[in-house]
């Protein structure tokens, strides 16, 4: 009777867990860098390429014409500028509307109730993004609307469909998106800094301004990234509650048929927006202790 034996940890033959791991994330990895960056590349390269007027075939030659007519364009350039302050705007009241209530759920909050909480901030997320929009066209319509039964009788206008309608649409979407980076930011700060911080005679804001903050910093940048991001690159919600008002997502979607590369330039913006906001956040260390 012959008995076999495994080979010895550390021996011949002997792979370690890690590189056992490694290998399993070698195809989806290779999937990504395929699928994910490799359409990414195809839609740099396609926004530097032109469409011959006369037969409407693709003219695979470097250009920067279609870079130069976004620029130069007031409309487009009208566009670029909007969508731009669009997201920053989305960003900022997503942040002050996500600051107090992160903090309730973190620090004021029953810890038991916490996880109540938390799912009710994730509700949102499992619904249908279309339902959502949906459901805002109507609350923002005006002299019929929700918004405006209350806010007629207090003399003021529903804000109707336009930018302001976009923004307050997006700001919904998005905004668990900054709730919950900040919520775990507050679960790990420590007691033991607040209360040095109260025993020094700080006062809550001085607390909130000078220990708070900086540790949750990271957190707040890390949400930002979502919401600035996820506004930058929408065009559905613009279509649905904007009205007249465009941004760049609506323009590579109703350019993308007759001018591809014209659209790939157009789409090219957003993303090297996004970029370039992750490269300065990396460079200030912002992310590094998250």
Known sequence: MTTTTSPPRGGFGYRHPSLRLAGLLTAPMAWLVVVYLGSLAALFLTAFWTVDDFTGQLVREFTLKNFQQVF???????????????????????????LPLSFFMARVANPRWRPLLVALVLTPLWASYLVKVYAWRSM????????AWFLDPLGLNSPGYGYIGIVITLTYLWLPYMILPIYAGLTRLPNSMLDASADLGAKGG????????????????????????????DYITAQIVGG??????????????????????VATIPVVIVLLYLFAVRRSGALDNL
């Open 72 to 98: 130069t364009n007031p409309a487009y350039l009208s566009a670029m500028l909007r969508t731009l302050s669009i997201a920053l705007l989305v960003t900022l009241i997503s942040l002050v509307l996500a």
């Open 140 to 147: 923002l319509q005006p002299e019929t609307g929700v918004l």
């Open 206 to 233: 001085r607390t909130f301004r000078s220990v708070v903050m900086p540790l949750v910093f990271p957190s707040i940048v890390a949400g930002s990234i979502f919401t600035f991001s996820l506004s930058l690159g």
């Open 244 to 265: 007249k008002v465009t941004m760049l997502g609506n323009i590579v979607q109703t350019t993308y048929v007759t001018n591809l590369p014209f659209a790939a330039a």
